[in-house]
């Protein structure tokens, strides 16, 4: 009886042992398949990370880039505007010499000077009389 009974639980239990390590197989083998999936996963988002990082960097380096160039030509136009306003002064300056510049004027034309003296000379008596006028 053995000897017909022992054949069968042999068998059974081959097949009992052999679904047991295709189950333990496929347990890993899960297992594993899902350790790859996150490695994956955060392969990928480390990747995103890192291409959002790249794109950052580069947007933040293109934006200094037109930030200088806008300071560059703000600077060169404000010392165009320094030069021209500069000039305008020396003009000006200039201008106020030559027009206040009474030793020039007189010897210039020393009539005219007399005339502008003896006017202001005259206006000045004229208002001095006035002032001391007794009032009868």
């Given at each position: 009886m053995f000897n017909f009974v022992l054949p069968l639980m042999w068998k059974k239990w081959l097949?009992?042992?052999?679904?047991?390590v295709?189950?333990?197989?496929?347990?890993?083998a899960g297992i594993y398949v899902r350790g790859m999936y996150k490695d994956a996963l955060a392969n990928a988002e480390e990747k995103?990370?890192?291409?959002?990082?790249?794109?950052?960097?580069?947007?933040?380096?293109?934006?200094?880039a037109?930030?200088?160039?806008?300071?560059?030509?703000?600077?060169e136009e404000?010392?165009?505007?320094?030069?021209?306003?500069?000039?305008?002064?020396?003009?000006?300056?200039?201008k106020l010499q030559i027009e206040h510049d009474l030793d020039r004027l007189l010897q210039a034309k020393p009539e005219?000077?007399?005339?502008?003296?003896?006017?202001?000379?005259?206006?000045?008596?004229?208002?001095?009389e006035e002032i001391t006028q007794w009032e009868d």
């Open positions: 097949k009992i042992g052999t679904a047991a295709v189950v333990a197989g496929l347990v890993y995103g990370r890192q291409e959002v990082i790249i794109e950052q960097t580069f947007l933040r380096d293109r934006m200094l037109e930030q200088n160039y806008l300071d560059k030509e703000a600077k404000l010392q165009k505007i320094i030069i021209q306003k500069n000039r305008e002064v020396r003009d000006l300056q200039r005219w000077i007399l005339k502008l003296v003896q006017k202001g000379t005259n206006e000045k008596l004229t208002e001095l």
